[in-house]
């Protein structure tokens, strides 16, 4: 046997507001103030809290660029921390007390100039600052800029389309005629005709 229960909004057919106060407070966003975040401006202290340790919630922060790329950066303090872990690494290798350091396999790719060298470094690099490369040369170093290298390209052949061949136009014998030509022989048909009919009107002798 089934049970067929009763829906509860049925019971409230003929209800003007179905048991909810107010009509007006259940249209659209309602009867709290607004969708989402609306109305947290700054004098919304009613929703201050819900996004006080939000710290990028106000304010503007700018964009970040697509084209940007990371650069791994090494300073000179830094090299002298670690001088030792590169050696045993096989990032470097030491003389006495020089030490020659490859800093491209480190995949870093520029030097700074913080800190002073403690001996004399022999390094090679894709690009480093003016006062890194001066202080390194002040201790008897070195620092040389590795080029990258840029593969060619080849440009492409280009091709040549055929030139059209314009189509010969056979002018007609009167339009190959010159203007001029045509004028001396239209006044000549004019003398010509008028010849006739004067010798036609003279009376015949009898």
Not at 129 to 142: D, F, L, P, R, S
């Amino acid at each position: 046997m089934t049970n067929n229960i009763r829906k509860k909004s049925s019971r409230h057919r003929g209800s003007f507001t179905h048991g909810h106060g107010e009509k007006k407070k259940r249209r659209g966003a309602g009867h709290r103030g607004g969708r989402g975040n609306a109305g947290s401006g700054k004098r919304g202290d009613a929703k201050k809290p819900s996004y006080w340790k939000d710290t990028k919630y106000m304010g503007k922060f700018g964009f970040t660029n697509p084209t940007t790329k990371d650069v791994n950066t090494i300073s000179i303090a830094q090299l002298n921390s670690s001088i030792e872990n590169l050696v045993a690494e096989g990032f470097a290798t030491k003389n006495q007390n020089k030490f020659t350091i490859n800093l491209t396999a480190m995949n870093c790719d520029k030097l700074l100039g913080t800190g002073k060298p403690v001996a004399q470094y022999v390094i090679s690099v894709a690009a480093a600052t003016v006062g890194a490369i001066e202080k390194i040369k002040a201790a008897g170093g070195e620092v040389i800029i590795a080029v990258k290298e840029v593969k060619e390209v080849k440009p492409k052949a280009e091709v040549k389309k055929p030139a059209k061949s314009e189509p010969k136009v056979e002018k007609s014998d009167k339009a190959a005629e010159k203007p001029v030509e045509q004028k001396a022989k239209a006044q000549s048909n004019k003398v010509a005709g008028a010849q006739k009919q004067k010798v036609s009107n003279k009376p015949s002798a009898e």
